[in-house]
Nanobody, 119 residues
Framework: QVQLVESGGDLVQNGGSLRLSCAASGGDVSGFTMDWYRQSAGKKRELIAS?????????ADSVKGRFTISREKRINQVYLNLQMTNLTPEDTAVYYC???????????WGRGTLVTVSA
């Protein structure tokens, strides 16, 4: 059973930077698409960044040029990272790690990590 655990959420000032990480254990997801979603208060969860098994990345317009998604594989875990720069209060949200349904895995979600950007 694959588990996704996010970390790195914090309170940061407007214009600051933060790095989120998602540890995937219990299965090798390195060859599959992985995503970052976020959900702000009162809004729908939105897809903000993806990386395919081949390493192709894609970003929502709202974060393009400011956020960078990457993935690294260590001995028994895969880490999905999100480097966030030039943060604004509009980036305040709970950030979720996600693996879409594939031939190998059912859809997977982490529990989220809270990012708060102060004005």
């Amino acid at each position: 059973q694959v588990q996704l655990v996010e970390s790195g959420g914090d309170l940061v000032q407007n214009g600051g930077s933060l790095r989120l990480s998602c540890a995937a254990s219990g299965g090798d997801v390195s060859g599959f698409t992985m995503d970052w979603y976020r959900q702000s208060a009162g809004k729908k969860r939105e897809l903000i960044a993806s990386i395919t098994g081949a390493g192709v990345t894609d970003y929502a317009d709202s974060v393009k040029g400011r956020f960078t998604i990457s993935r690294e594989k260590r001995i028994n875990q895969v880490y999905l990272n999100l480097q966030m720069t030039n943060l604004t209060p509009e980036d305040t949200a709970v950030y979720y790690c996600h693996v879409p349904t594939s031939w190998k895995f059912h859809e997977l979600w982490g529990r989220g990590t809270l990012v708060t950007v102060s004005a």
